[in-house]
């Protein structure tokens, strides 16, 4: 065999050393290669680290922000535990106070909301719960006059008008209340609405002096996107409750005391 000679001298070259096995690198291995070529070794789990802190303190702060926003209406709802009963079970009370809503038909008929708190309030007066119906609204608003609507609802429906006594001025759930308690004397009565306001209302009518049980009227015929809009709405008027009932206002509108509904009361007692 030829020894083999180096190309610029004649002298044999050295013999070549065995090459070493090319080293094959997985890519989690070439990556962390590249990574640690790059200094980012230690860089990357700190990144990490710091990104957890800041998704931990949001998520807090998440949920003290949602605490804060729910604090008026879980009180409203515990204050008024156990006084939502369904009509059939309603204690006797000889009033019942039915809350205004909005209109429809250029003011004329009430919408679904609405017209369930009456047919519900209809019930209690045919079933002999009741012998009154206080009807609070606002006979200026932006629908309607809400108390005629609802007067004429019910007199179509059978309920003898005499039964009826209007306030044109319960202009928001703490006006109604306070209204009923100050002007027409009353110191005992059911509630008919929606449940969701309802925790509302009873318990701004115990604070203002009228012993209330609340009687929900379901929502039959409503739209799923109007039930979702008053839940979410009523988060917010939850903190006004709140805040009228730490200041204990006065209605929008003051009136001397009226005697109509123990009038209709009396009028329909044996």
Same mark, same amino acid.
């Given at each position: 065999?030829?020894?083999?000679?180096?190309?610029?001298?004649?002298?044999?070259?050295?013999?070549? /050393?065995?090459?070493?096995?090319?080293?094959?690198?997985?890519?989690?291995?070439?990556?962390?290669?590249? $990574?640690?070529?790059?200094?980012?070794?230690?860089?990357?789990?700190?990144?990490?680290?710091?990104?957890?802190?800041?998704?931990?303190?949001?998520?807090?702060?998440?949920?003290?922000?949602?605490?804060?926003?729910?604090?008026?209406?879980?009180?409203?709802?515990?204050? &008024?535990?156990?006084?939502?009963?369904?009509?059939?079970?309603?204690?006797?009370?000889?009033?019942?106070?039915?809350?205004?809503?909005?209109? /429809?038909?250029?003011?004329?008929?009430?919408?679904?909301?609405?017209?369930?708190?009456?047919?519900? &309030?209809?019930?209690?007066?045919?079933?002999?719960?009741?012998?009154?119906?206080?009807?609070?609204?606002?006979?200026?608003?932006?629908?309607?006059?809400?108390?005629?609507?609802?007067?004429?609802?019910?007199?179509?429906?059978?309920?003898?008008?005499?039964?009826?006594?209007?306030?044109?001025?319960?202009?928001?759930?703490?006006?109604?209340?306070?209204?009923?308690?100050?002007?027409?004397?009353?110191?005992?009565?059911?509630?008919?609405?929606?449940?969701?306001?309802?925790?509302?209302?009873?318990?701004?009518?115990?604070?203002?002096?009228?012993?209330?049980?609340?009687?929900?009227?379901?929502?039959?015929?409503?739209?799923?996107?109007? $039930?979702?809009?008053?839940?979410?709405?009523?988060?917010?008027?939850?903190?006004?409750?709140?805040?009228?009932?730490?200041?204990?206002?006065?209605?929008?509108?003051?009136?001397?005391?009226?005697?109509?509904?123990?009038?209709?009361?009396?009028?329909?007692?044996?």
């Amino acid at each position: 065999m030829t020894t083999p000679t180096s190309p610029l001298t004649d002298e044999p070259s050295p013999p070549a /050393e065995d090459a070493a096995p090319p080293v094959r690198l997985g890519w989690y291995r070439r990556k962390w290669v590249v $990574i640690t070529t790059l200094g980012l070794s230690r860089r990357l789990p700190d990144d990490r680290r710091r990104r957890r802190r800041v998704l931990w303190r949001l998520g807090v702060a998440a949920v003290i922000a949602l605490a804060v926003a729910l604090a008026p209406t879980v009180w409203l709802r515990a204050s &008024a535990g156990g006084r939502l009963v369904a009509a059939d079970r309603a204690p006797a009370a000889d009033v019942a106070i039915v809350f205004g809503a909005q209109l /429809e038909n250029g003011g004329k008929d009430p919408m679904s909301f609405l017209r369930n708190r009456l047919d519900t &309030a209809a019930a209690l007066v045919t079933s002999g719960k009741v012998k009154a119906l206080l009807i609070s609204g606002d006979a200026h608003g932006g629908s309607g006059n809400e108390v005629k609507a609802m007067s004429t609802y019910l007199a179509e429906r059978g309920v003898d008008p005499s039964r009826l006594v209007l306030d044109p001025y319960g202009l928001d759930t703490y006006d109604t209340c306070r209204r009923a308690h100050d002007v027409y004397g009353i110191t005992r009565a059911l509630l008919v609405s929606q449940d969701v306001h309802l925790y509302r209302a009873v318990t701004l009518c115990r604070r203002l002096g009228v012993d209330a049980w609340g009687v929900p009227s379901g929502c039959q015929g409503c739209r799923q996107v109007t $039930i979702w809009y008053n839940t979410a709405r009523d988060v917010g008027a939850a903190w006004k409750a709140a805040w009228d009932a730490i200041r204990h206002r006065p209605p929008a509108v003051q009136s001397p005391p009226d005697p109509a509904v123990q009038r209709a009361v009396a009028a329909h007692t044996p």
